[in-house]
């Protein structure tokens, strides 16, 4: 294992400690509002806290971008951070959110740990190396068709001048497959096409620590990450598709049509 990927894992695994065990009071957090619909709390500061001094221990000159205190430093290795992805499942007490650090180099992720603290389930990645689930490679589905797919997407929320049109692209989509899931956390949809339990995904306006350590699981499962243009422009526009060969350009040829030349570029 590569030392960069096994810091970022206890880093992960500490600050999933922090996110459990503050469960029992949550109703006791502080929340602020960062904007629409977008919330932080004193459990995402702490995560955060403890992730970047894991890191700076080890790699005191990397620099750092994480949601919540921002950019920190200038390398060309950074580390994004996700420290809480889904806090407002978490503060609903729904079971589904996700620790997210992934190791950029250059501009290209190299290095991806999405951690489950719930379920203790641990994806991992590194370039090259292929993508785990605790010990178990992973591999994305093989479906050809989206005739009887699970697909995951997520909703405009802090973007409503974007509403029309992705409702538009779910209509397209979900009228070809078995069902769609909008669960909440962008983090752990990609790991879960990573790990073949949903067939593909799309969203609109992602940040890059929504999607770093995501976008590397899914493309070491075999997978394929494009931006709603085909290319690979996604960590500056936040727009994704996602799948296996077939099923993500499908996705994309569905949407398409409904989008606007704002979210095509």
Not at 31 to 47: E, H, I, S
Not at 113 to 142: C, M, Q, W
Not at 205 to 233: Q, S
Request: charged share 25%; glycine share 8%; proline share 3%.
């Amino acid at each position: 294992m590569h030392p960069m990927l096994n810091i970022a894992i206890r880093a992960a695994r500490s600050a999933g400690s922090i996110i459990v065990r503050s469960l029992q009071h949550v109703e006791h957090l502080e929340v602020t509002t960062k904007g629409r619909n977008d919330f932080v709390t004193d459990v995402d500061r702490l995560a955060e806290q403890e992730i970047i001094n894991a890191i700076k221990k080890a790699y005191p000159d990397h620099a750092i971008l994480a949601e919540e205190s921002g950019k920190q430093g200038d390398n060309e290795i950074m580390w994004v951070i996700d420290p809480l992805d889904g806090t407002t499942n978490y503060l609903h007490g729904f079971p589904h959110y996700c620790v997210s650090i992934a190791v950029m180099v250059r501009g290209k992720t190299e290095h991806a740990v999405i951690y489950d603290p719930l379920r203790d389930e641990l994806f991992s990645a590194s370039r090259g190396g292929g993508a785990k689930l605790n010990d178990r490679r992973l591999r994305v589905t093989k479906k050809k068709e989206l005739a009887g797919t699970l697909i995951a997407t997520g909703f405009p929320f802090k973007y409503p001048q974007h509403l029309t049109p992705y409702l538009a692209t779910f209509n397209a989509v979900f009228l070809q497959v078995a069902d769609v899931r909008r669960a909440g956390s962008a983090a752990l949809d990609l790991a879960y096409v990573a790990a073949g339990r949903l067939d593909g995904y799309w969203e609109i306006g992602l940040e890059k620590w929504d999607l770093a350590a995501g976008i590397l699981l899914v493309e070491e499962a075999g997978g394929v990450v494009t931006d709603f243009a085909g290319g690979d422009n996604y960590f500056n526009q936040g727009n994704l598709v996602v799948g296996n060969l077939a099923i993500q350009q499908q996705i994309l040829d569905s949407i398409t049509p409904h989008l606007t030349e704002e979210l095509k570029k």
